[in-house]
């Protein structure tokens, strides 16, 4: 059966819950060179920093304290292998807002545990966007290229919406995609498993658990390769996408 039949039928109550696939363990750095993009790996964490003020919240909280334990300890193995980490988060519908005001926000909401394990740091990037997909109205792709990046380790929130849809923007412009399972979270088991199964059958996305993957080492992205800790960029995209530099 077609896949979208198949989860059709599934919403109708015709087949019982999808099964994710069981796929083996991925080396992000061999699968990153049949991308024609670049060389490198970033880790992307979409939409993690949120208040969860909004209806329905209760059960996507409930999924993403987990979520967000296992990509913290991702994020830690990134950082040790020299990989950026690049948030992308919603703007809330507030575009006089910056990162630091979002985090401030969100540090006095329900979800401020989260921000709390996966609070950006001052070699971090971010980006933030206005709607769903993390690469529509934003210089992500620009960043992306900037640092050589191939492939793409997706987390966030939620696994249904907007990682599905930056997913699918990152397929269409030939990134390599893995989307560790135990680091996305939906309002719904049900949901989260239908997106994942969608992404796998569909993107062609790595859905393994983010224990199974095995991250490059000694890459050094073209942006920061001789340039030590204090990382420079070209002004153009220092205006649009920048270093998390916290001054609270």
Known sequence: MHAFAEVSAWHRGCLPRPVVPTLPSIDAQRDVARSPRGHGVALVLVDWINDFDFPDADGLLAAALPAAERTAELRERATAARIPV??????????????????????????????????????????????????????????????????????????????????????????AVTVPRDCVASNTPQDNDTALVHLARIVHADVHDAASVVLPTGLVSPLSAGMGAGVRHDAALCDRATRFDRRV
């Open 86 to 175: 690049i948030y992308v988060n919603d703007n809330f519908g507030c575009w006089r807002s910056d990162f630091e005001r979002v985090i401030e926000r969100c540090l006095r909401r329900r979800g401020a545990r989260i921000v709390e394990l996966l609070t950006p740091r001052d070699d971090d990037y971010f980006v933030l966007k206005p709607k769903h997909s993390a690469f529509l109205h934003t210089p992500l792709e620009l960043l992306l290229d900037h640092l050589g990046v191939g492939r793409l380790i997706l987390t966030g929130l939620a696994g249904n919406i907007c990682v599905l849809f930056t997913a699918h923007d990152a397929h269409m412009r030939d990134f």
